[in-house]
């Protein structure tokens, strides 16, 4: 069974440093793109970074320089760095498979699409002093 | 960066009623669109990727279409089970970003 399971969200004072580790089972985390996403009280969701399986990253503006998403093979487990906390920071954590795929656009042209097909849990992240 | 803006924000309707909810891209993504549906408390589901293509386990009363960039996501004969909140998120390319969100009272 495809199973992510977040963990090491909880209560943090602001500009402090959190690490979350999503453990992934029945996939191998570095054969695929995983990504991380977050959504804060009440709201909708925010997309924060991607970590392809060639080991290239990308990040949403709100986190670059604060946040660094890495993995570690032998464990098979995506992490999320997250420093210099602030309080919009606040939110429930979910790390994700992202599916990448190839198709035929309107006019005919072949381009990638991708979409997130398998969710954690999620884990809570409250920045607050 | 590409914007999605989602519309309505809520929807109250009655079971066997139509909901329509709509998303519009701030620029052409080729109309690769992906679908989510969330239940309180929950984490989303992949709900149709891309459009108009369901996924397996949800029942064929969810449809998507695109006319350009816009996109529409019809819940036909609603039923009890299809409270929750709907997202739309592009899927042309990172940053991969999502509509607001439609929460779909029953």
């Known amino acids: 069974e495809v199973q992510l399971v977040e963990s090491g969200g909880g209560l943090i004072q602001p500009g402090g440093s959190l690490r979350l580790s999503c453990a992934a089972s029945?996939?191998?985390?570095?054969?695929?793109?995983m990504t991380w996403v977050r959504q804060a009280p009440g709201k909708g969701l925010e997309w924060l970074s991607v970590?392809?399986?060639?080991?290239?990253?990308h990040y949403a503006d709100s986190v670059k320089g604060r946040f660094t998403i890495s993995r570690d093979n032998s464990k098979n487990t995506l992490y999320l760095q997250m420093n210099s906390l602030r309080a919009e920071d606040t939110a429930i954590y979910y790390c994700?498979?992202?599916?990448?795929?190839?198709?035929?656009?309107?006019?005919?042209?072949?381009?990638?699409?991708?979409?997130?097909?398998?969710w954690g849990r999620g884990t809570t992240v409250t920045v607050s002093s | 960066d590409t914007q999605m803006t989602q519309s309505p924000s809520s929807v109250s309707a009655s079971v066997g009623d139509r909901v329509i909810i709509t998303c519009r891209a701030s620029q052409d993504i080729n109309n690769w669109l992906a679908w989510y549906q969330q239940k309180p408390g929950k984490a989303p589901q992949l709900l149709i990727s891309p459009t108009p293509n369901l996924q397996n386990g949800f029942p064929s009363r969810f449809s998507g279409s695109e006319s350009g960039t816009d996109f529409t996501l019809t819940i036909s004969n609603l039923q009890p089970e299809d409270s929750a909140t709907y997202f739309c998120q592009q899927a042309n390319d990172f940053p991969l970003t999502f509509g607001g969100g439609t929460k779909v009272e029953i």
């Open positions: 994700a498979n992202v599916i990448g795929k190839a198709g035929k656009t309107a006019l005919g042209l072949y381009s990638s699409f991708y979409y997130i097909d398998v």
């Open positions: 029945g996939f191998i985390v570095s054969s695929t793109y």
């Open positions: 970590l392809f399986g060639g080991g290239d990253t």
